[in-house]
């Protein structure tokens, strides 16, 4: 709404353009006044401020090293379109700052398996990795942090996600170490590097045994990619075995 003394100084125009002109048709005149309200109201709409839509961004990763597949819910809200099978991802879904319940169920059943509250952040990005399995199923909440964006390197990381596995290397097949000693569920950080063709290597970082292979990664400029070591060392029947997988952040 808009109060007298807002419109006032219109008012006092138009009754001057009328004297000045007397002989103006009562339809131009009316005209004339909606376009100048007209102006007014874009003015007031213009000062007015607007709404600062703060953003997060989150997936969910199943890594769980068993058969199963699992739907997932932010409050009660479904995050898949099909049932996440092991090393199935969903895409990051946007989502306003605050704490919310990851829920996880089976594909043909609504009721809980594991119910886990998480905390995200206004532009922060984070992946939800499912983890273990019965009756020690987890959730694990990693930022994905990609402050450091440039066009002109490839980014990567390592999560050691096997549950059996001892601490971890992953190494450039003979080159360079990205990072060492990841027990279970830790994570490095981003470290940039050349954007070409990869193989790389995942050790045991006390006997320097080779676990697994990842051959033939190319890795593009301005890129994120988190390398995941999964499955078990041991499987037991229906169970997933150890192996090495990459996935693009961004």
């Known amino acids: 709404m808009y109060s007298f003394k807002r419109i ?16 103006l048709s009562v339809r131009l005149y009316a005209y004339l006044f909606l376009a100048a309200f007209s102006v007014l109201s874009l003015g007031a709409c213009k000062n007015k401020e607007q709404p600062v839509v ?3 961004n989150i997936r969910i990763i199943n890594v769980s090293p068993t058969g199963a597949t699992f739907n997932a819910y932010l409050n009660e809200k479904k995050a898949n379109a099909a049932a996440l099978p092991f090393s199935g991802a969903t895409g990051y879904l946007q989502a306003e700052p605050g704490t919310y ?5 089976t594909s043909t ?23 273990d399995r019965a009756p020690n199923l987890d959730g694990l909440l ?28 992953l190494k450039i097949k003979d080159g360079a170490s990205i990072t060492t000693g990841k027990a279970y569920k830790a994570s490095s950080t981003f470290t940039g590097m050349e954007a070409k063709t ?15 292979t990842l051959t033939d990664v190319n890795l593009a400029a301005g890129r994120f990619y988190t390398i995941v070591a999964k499955g078990l060392l041991t499987p037991g029947n229906n169970e997933q075995a150890f192996g090495v997988q990459a996935y693009i952040n961004q």
Not at 198 to 210: L, Q
């Open 54 to 56: 703060n953003i997060s």
């Open 8 to 23: 006032k100084p219109l008012i006092i125009f138009m009754k001057n353009l009328k004297l000045s002109l007397p002989t």
């Open 142 to 169: 990693i930022v994905d942090d990609m402050s450091m964006a440039t066009l002109d390197k490839t980014f990567v990381k390592f999560i050691n996600l096997s549950v059996d596995a001892p601490a971890l290397d």
């Open 101 to 105: 319940a990851v829920k996880l169920t």
């Open 109 to 131: 059943d609504v009721q809980s398996l594991l119910t886990k509250t998480v905390a995200i952040s206004k532009d922060i990005a984070y992946s939800f990795y499912v983890v």
């Open 198 to 212: 990869y193989t790389f290597e995942v050790k045991d970082a006390t006997t320097g045994v080779v676990k697994a």
